[in-house]
């Protein structure tokens, strides 16, 4: 049984960074396909980032450059790490896994076999 447990959230000002931390309780990350997604209530779940197990990052527009994915074979952890945070970027944040190949491209919620239980990041102006 695979479970994806986030951490990190908090609420801060713009311009200031945080860093999530998924952690994957079960089989190893080191040959999946993780990714960050979040939600605006209200909106549609959207992806943010992808990490491929090839490592070609996928970010989202509004995220790249501020947000970077990586992960922790050792810790069998993902993280993402974001700068400049903005009001926009305020949402509940989830990282998911894909079991199946290929990975890259598949940003869809039905995309993905396991989720986290999301954890919120409210930025103020």
């Known amino acids: 049984q695979v479970q994806l447990v986030e951490s990190g959230g908090g609420s801060l000002q713009a311009g200031g960074s945080l860093r999530l931390t998924c952690e994957v309780i079960g089989p190893a990350i080191t040959i999946n396909c993780m990714a960050w997604f979040r939600q605006v209530t209200g909106t549609e779940r959207e992806a943010v980032a992808q990490?491929?197990?090839?490592?070609?990052?996928y970010y989202a527009d509004s995220v790249k450059g501020r947000f970077t994915i990586s992960k922790d074979d050792t810790r069998n952890t993902l993280y993402l790490d974001m700068t400049n945070l903005n009001p926009e970027d305020t949402a509940t944040y989830y990282c998911?896994?894909?079991?199946?190949?290929?990975?890259?491209?598949?940003?869809?919620?039905?995309?993905?076999?396991?989720w986290g239980q999301g954890t919120q990041v409210s930025v103020s102006s």
């Open positions: 998911a896994r894909r079991i199946f190949h290929p990975c890259r491209g598949r940003l869809a919620l039905g995309d993905y076999d396991y």
């Open positions: 990490l491929p197990h090839d490592g070609a990052t």
